[in-house]
């Protein structure tokens, strides 16, 4: 069995892994931003057609102990790098690390790419040039204290990058981000889901890919499909069998709202390369003024947070009146809202019954989970 390493946005690495066990994937384990597994080569084409929370799927291709950068030259040199990629293809090589007792990474990448085309030339003359914006292969280096780790990244573009997204408003959630929050919501298809603040409508294309069970990689293509171990056959089955599966629910009780109509036009835009524009309701609507789609569902948002002072304050002025709005016409709902605003624990008027650590990037987010009761009606019983 091959050894694997899939990252993802920290905070869901319990999703990713149990996607990952879902897939039949051995071995699986959790650690910070991602989750090793082992499986089959062709375990790591699943994977990449086939999971929500990923961001990439490395294939480990080395592993040992060093002292300094020239052990790492020398065990990236030995490797069979040849036949894996062609001298054809470029290259790109990442280095990253914790507490490794290195000069710079950036002297480290040197030393993995020289070994890499070293490698190459005395075998062939020739090397690979390298490709740091569009690379056929992308090598990944990962260092601790005493160790390193090699890896052939399958992916290629990261696959958040699902092919679908034609227009994003200015701070777009990342696909996988937005999947990832709905699984951590349990939302399943047909209970009742609303965007109230959908932007150019992340959360409900995700959540309308997850109800056609549409394949989020179907669109793109992959870095495995440039290695010289590619087997098209397999693939193509894959994808066969991917495609026959989708289907479109007659009704995806699936709605999404904005204050403002420029945002529901990216939303439109962008269900529409899913073709799902007449699946997905979409409204012009402020939250504060707008009733509940349904009796009872979930509710998932990522309002605006200011980074200007004035738009600070402004936001903060906007979450009582929320915590209001979702208190008076949304019991019966439980809402989650993600943001990396924390003062909004505090200023919407609700009780959390979870928070949920979550990173959008580099930036530390909130996943608050309210449970929505009438107060009224909670005197009465």
Request: hydrophobic share 45%; net charge positive.
């Amino acid at each position: 069995m091959e050894q694997f390493f899939a990252t993802c946005p920290r905070g869901l690495e319990g999703a990713l892994k149990d996607e990952l066990a879902g897939f039949g994937a051995h071995n699986v384990s959790e650690v910070a931003g991602g989750v090793r597994f082992a499986g089959e080569f062709g375990l790591c084409y699943q994977v990449n057609l086939e999971s929500r929370v990923a961001s990439r799927v490395l294939w480990q291709v080395g592993h040992g102990e060093y002292r300094s950068e020239q052990d790492i030259y020398e065990a990236a040199r030995a490797l069979p790098w040849r036949s894996w990629f062609a001298v054809d293809n470029s290259i790109r090589v990442d280095v990253s690390a914790i507490r490794a007792p290195v000069k710079s990474l950036e002297f480290v990448t040197l030393r993995v790419k020289d070994a890499v085309c070293d490698s190459y030339r005395a075998a062939t003359g020739r090397r690979p040039d390298v490709d740091t914006r569009a690379p056929d292969a992308r090598i990944h280096a990962f260092l601790t204290a005493s160790e390193f780790t090699l890896y052939v990244d399958t992916s290629g573009e990261p696959l958040f990058k699902r092919g679908y997204r034609k227009s994003a408003g200015e701070a777009p959630l990342r696909e996988n981000l937005a999947a990832g929050i709905l699984r951590l919501a349990s939302w399943q298809p047909g209970t009742p889901l609303l965007d109230p603040m959908c932007g150019s409508g992340t959360f409900l294309c995700e959540a309308a890919l997850i109800a056609m069970d549409r394949a989020p990689g179907l669109d793109r293509s992959f870095g495995f499909e440039k290695l010289t171990i590619f087997d098209a056959d397999a693939w193509n089955t894959l994808k066969r069998a991917a495609y026959s599966r989708i289907h479109v629910p007659t009704e995806l009780t699936i709605y999404g709202s904005d204050r403002y109509g420029e945002a529901l036009k990216l939303a439109r835009i962008n269900l529409a390369a899913l073709k799902l524009e007449d699946h997905v309701v979409l409204k012009q609507a402020d939250i504060v003024e707008m009733p509940a789609p349904a009796a009872s569902g979930v509710l998932i948002t990522n309002p605006p947070y200011g980074v200007r002072l004035q738009d600070q304050e402004a936001v903060a002025a906007l979450y009582p009146k929320m915590g209001d709005a979702l208190k008076k016409k949304y019991a019966g709902w439980t809402a989650y809202i993600f943001t990396a605003d924390l003062r909004l624990a505090k200023l919407i008027g609700l009780a959390p019954s979870r928070r949920t650590p979550l990173y959008n990037g580099a930036l530390e987010c909130r996943l608050f989970e309210f449970r929505l009761v009438a107060g009224s009606m909670r005197k009465k019983a």
